[in-house]
Each structure stands twice: as C-alpha cells, then as structure tokens.
C-alpha cells in the first residue's frame, strides 16, 4: 500500500540555521505530494505541494522537489526563524484518490 | 470567509459512552473528509463525504460512523468508546470540482480533542 516515512524527530536548531526534514514515499503511479504544518493548538495547514515529477513547491521560504528517482519529496529552508517551530507532516495523494496519507510528522523546535 | 469550523473543542467522555462531533466545512465546499491523529499512529483517515454520500472510508471498526447533511455539514459518531479512541479528530472541507476531479487542496478545522476516561 502507500505509505509516508518521514525522518523521526523531535529536530531542534537555532534561529537562522539551515533546516532539512527528510521524506521518502512508496506509491504505485504518479502521486501528488505535500508538505503540511500544524501550529500548537491548531488544525493542519498546506505549506507546499508538487504534483508530478521535479515539481518544486515553495511558500514562505521552505521548498521541496518532487524526486520520482528516489521516490523523495524532502523540505528545506535556508534560515529558519522561532516562528517556524511546528509539527511538519509529508503526505501523499495517490492518483484518483481523495484521501491523504501522512507521515508521523516531525516537530521542530527553534531556539532565539 | 470563515474557515472550517469543529465543534465541540474538547470533550471528556467514559468508556462505553458514544459521541457526536460536528464539522462545517468552508462555505461553498461540498466535500468533508475526517481524520484521527494520535502520537502512536500519527494521522489516520476515517472516511469523507460529498454531496451527502460516503465516497471513502478507512480502516476503522464500525462503532466509527458519519453523515453529511444537505448543507454540507458534517456530523462523526463513535459508539462504545474504548481507551484507545482518545484522539484529536480533525475535518478537513475542500472545493469538488465536478466532472470526476479531485480537488488537492484540503482545508482543515483547528479538531475536536477527544479524551476517553
């Protein structure tokens, strides 16, 4: 079946350090993907998607690339700031289906 | 344009009990899907409605059950609580698009915390 790992955290590092949370997938066909966020005491939200092949989706400086060669979908950013610290789920949506498939999420911490 | 709104916040329930969450999705949007996160097992999918009908489900037991009323909102129902179903149970609404598309952007209500004594 499909399914999300992502890189087991908690992921702690200082204000404008450069930041790497690895996601791989297993997924027949052409999946979309996702990056979402979920603040403290707050519902999911969508931070960036690529929806085929070396689609790269960016918002608010993180980015991701959709690798099919390493069925990888891994989000960066250049300097991360105190208010990046959240939980940080990778998803798939397999072709022609609706529902999302999450990852186990991976909090980050950011420290002044 | 107000967001998905879930209700209620948090609720304290006994084994055995059963309850009710609510979900108004997003003005205009048709489709509702319901998930369950936990700390062991991460987000799970429960099931999603559109125009009143269940288009998918998850892999969860019966006692787990919804419906979509013609405005769109949607209503979750766990009968017989167990331990295990204490949760944050989160509803997400999106645009269907008609003629078959699926539409990618989910937007996801703040949840219900549920905590089963």
């Known amino acids: 079946g499909n399914s999300v790992t992502q890189m087991e955290g908690p992921v702690t590092l200082s204000e404008e350090a450069f930041l790497t949370i690895n996601c791989t997938y297993t997924?027949?066909?052409?999946?979309?993907l996702f990056w979402y966020v979920q603040y403290p005491g707050e519902g999911l939200q969508l931070l960036l998607k690529?929806?085929?092949?070396?689609d790269k989706g960016s918002n608010k400086g993180f980015e991701a690339t959709y690798r099919k060669e390493t069925t990888s979908f891994h989000l960066e950013k250049g300097s991360v700031q105190v208010s990046d610290s959240a939980v940080y789920f990778c998803?798939?949506?397999?072709?022609?289906?609706?529902?999302?498939?999450f990852g186990q999420g991976t909090r980050l911490t950011i420290n002044p | 344009k107000a967001g998905v709104t879930q209700t209620p916040r948090y609720l304290i329930k006994t084994r055995g009990q059963q309850v009710t969450l609510s979900c108004s999705p997003i003005?205009?949007?048709?489709?509702v899907s319901w998930y369950q996160q936990t700390p062991g097992q991460g987000l799970q999918f429960l099931f999603e409605?559109?125009?009143?009908?269940?288009?998918n489900k998850g892999n969860f037991p019966g006692r787990f059950s919804g419906r979509q009323f013609s405005n769109s909102r949607s209503e979750m129902n766990v009968s017989t609580l167990e331990l295990g179903d204490s949760a944050l149970y989160l509803c997400?609404?999106?645009?269907?698009?008609?003629?078959?598309?699926?539409?990618?952007?989910?937007?996801f209500g703040s949840g219900t915390q549920l905590s089963v004594l």
């Open positions: 997400a609404s999106s645009a269907h698009r008609d003629r078959g598309q699926t539409n990618e952007k989910l937007f």
């Open positions: 997924a027949t066909g052409y999946p979309s």
């Open positions: 690529a929806t085929k092949a070396d």
């Open positions: 998803a798939l949506r397999a072709q022609g289906a609706q529902k999302l498939v």
């Open positions: 003005s205009g949007h048709r489709s």
């Open positions: 409605y559109f125009s009143e009908t269940q288009r």
